[in-house]
């Protein structure tokens, strides 16, 4: 499966922006997906997760309550919606699909990954 991030861009302290993961070939619907970010020097950080169905999600500390992750299986996409944003979460967002059939907040269990989207917020 082939996956590619959009959504970033430059928001203010306290906006909002919505990155979506398009997934092309396999089947979508069976894939766990993630979120990461990573910023320069720092080793990927998991964001969130969910479900192949969508029924289930699972967030960083960090993220919890700000960010919001869904999944459109008949459109191939999963969004982050990202609200409240901090200057702290500024980074490189990755997609990532895994076929594991429970969520994981360990990169290196993902098979599949985007090629990133970059979020900057602004202080």
């Known amino acids: 499966v082939q996956l590619q991030a959009s959504g970033g861009g430059l928001v203010q302290t306290g906006g909002s922006l919505r990155l979506s993961c398009a997934a092309s070939?396999?089947?979508?619907?069976?894939?766990?997906v993630g979120w990461f970010r990573q910023t320069p020097g720092n080793e990927r950080e998991f964001v969130s997760a969910i479900s192949w169905s969508g029924g289930s999600t699972f967030y960083a500390d960090s993220v919890k309550g700000r960010f919001t992750i869904s999944r459109d299986n008949a459109k191939n996409t999963v969004y982050l919606q990202m609200n409240s944003l901090k200057p702290e979460d500024t980074a490189v967002y990755y997609c990532?699909?895994?076929?594991?059939?429970?969520?994981?907040?360990?990169?290196?269990?993902?098979?599949?990954w985007g090629q990133g989207t970059l979020v900057t917020v602004s202080s």
């Open positions: 990532a699909a895994t076929t594991r059939a429970t969520m994981t907040r360990r990169s290196s269990l993902y098979e599949y």
């Open positions: 070939g396999g089947t979508f619907s069976s894939y766990t």
